[in-house]
C-alpha cells in the first residue's frame, strides 16, 4: 500500500492505495469523481484527460503514487463551483452540438482547455493537432472543432478583423 497526497479541484485528499493503483482509478473509485472516463486500455482514446500540475495528461498512464503531491484538475473542478456558470469550453460544447453520446466529451473538454490557456492558432489543423489524442466515435469532429474556435472567441475577444494566433514564446 501507498499514501496518495494529492490537491484535486482545490481540495487537499489524502488516501492508502495498493501501490499499482491508476491515477484515473484513484479519482474514479476512491474520490467518486466519474466524469473521468476509462475507454481503453491501450492509453489512446483520450476518455481519461486530466490536469496534472498544469499539464494535459491521459491519468490512465500515470500510477497515483507518481502524482502524489501535485495538483489535479478534472473535468468536475474546470467550473468554480455548482453554482457558477459552465467553464467557456464546456459552454461552447453544448452551443455548438460537439457532442453526442458523450463518453469522449470529458476527456475532449480538458484537452481544449489545455489548449486554450495560451491564446491559440484555430486553423482547422492546429485544432486537430491538438486534439489528436482524443478519439470521438460519433461526432466526425466538425462539431468538436467549432467548439473550440466558439470558446477560444469567449476567451480571447479579438478586435474585429484581427486574428488570433498562439504567442510563440
Ligand atoms: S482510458 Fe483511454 S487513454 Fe486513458
Ligand atoms: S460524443 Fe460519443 S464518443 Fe464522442
Known sequence: M???QLRVNGVDVRHEVPDETLLVEFLRETLRLTGTHVGCDTSQCGACTINLDGVSVKSC?????????GTVTTVEGLRAGEDAPLHPVQHAFIQCHG?????????MIMSVDFYLR?????????????????I???TGYVN?????????????P??????MERSQS
Not at 99 to 107: A, D, K, R, S, W
Not at 144 to 156: F, L, N, S
Not at 158 to 163: D, I, K, N, V
Open 2 to 4: 501507498t499514501e496518495v
Open 61 to 69: 498512464t500515470v500510477l497515483a503514487a507518481q502524482a502524489s503531491g
Open 99 to 107: 457532442l453526442q453520446c458523450g463518453f469522449c466529451t470529458p476527456g
Open 118 to 134: 495560451r491564446p491559440p492558432k484555430l486553423d482547422e489543423e492546429s485544432i486537430c493537432h491538438a486534439l489528436e489524442g482524443n
Open 136 to 138: 470521438c466515435r460519433c
Open 144 to 156: 468538436i472543432i467549432e467548439a473550440v474556435r466558439h470558446a477560444a472567441h469567449d476567451m480571447y
Open 158 to 163: 479579438a478586435p474585429a478583423g484581427a486574428t
